[in-house]
């Protein structure tokens, strides 16, 4: 059972892939799609992204005073939001928002027959309905991510310097010791394809809703577990591919 729905899985977003490059393009849906991931998202994201940058700015201050290389505070806390903390935390709210959001709708459809009256009509859901959303997912999702990195960096900032009493110097001056802008190109990578790994989990799940509303909740559910479960396999993959062939 588990390996057909993978399955199922992997065969829609083939065919969701083959949709993106036929014309014409909804320009329109992906923008207002885009717009309405950023409302329900943008803010909830900036505000998680505070508590992530003062709790690993603390963690880090803690273990790095230990050691007697304060001095290295803010390259780890760099390391930690921008390489980690910021494609999950916004992976994670774009599955909690936008995917329960997608998968709503594309369920309820799905129920009121919406979905099989366009393949009456020759209309290809996943070109007019799905691949708008799964490319405003993915769009979205690196600026969200640059949302976060500067957002947790200036709570770790501010929670070291004020409440531990670090150095601003020696904080800022840190960053360029063990990060690199390759980091940043990874994370921003990593955000791309959470972003649309998780348009394509809820659109998957909407469109196979079944028995009602009932279905439609289960499904939203579902998506939010399902995508959180895949980001994190993914964010490890990516991490330790990028480990071996970077930073080795």
Known sequence: MVIAEIGRFVAMSLDTARAAGRRPFQVRELVRQAWFIVSVSALPTALVAIPFGAVLAMQTGNLIRQFGAQSFTGATAVLGIVREAGPVVTALMIAGAAGSAICADLGARRIRDEI??????????????????????????????????????????????????????AYLQSFNALAEVSDLWVSEGKALVFGATTGLIAAYKGLSAAGGPKGVGEAVNQTVVFAAMVLFAENFLISAVYNELVLS
């Not at 959303?133 to 976060?148: E, I, K, S, T, W």
């Open 116 to 169: 099989d009256a366009m393949e009456v009509l020759a209309i290809d859901p996943l070109h007019r309905l799905v691949v708008p959303r799964v490319a405003a997912c993915a769009l979205v999702a690196p600026l969200l991510n640059g949302l976060v990195t500067t957002v947790g960096l200036i709570a770790g900032y501010l929670f070291n310097v004020v409440a531990q009493g670090g150095s601003p110097g």
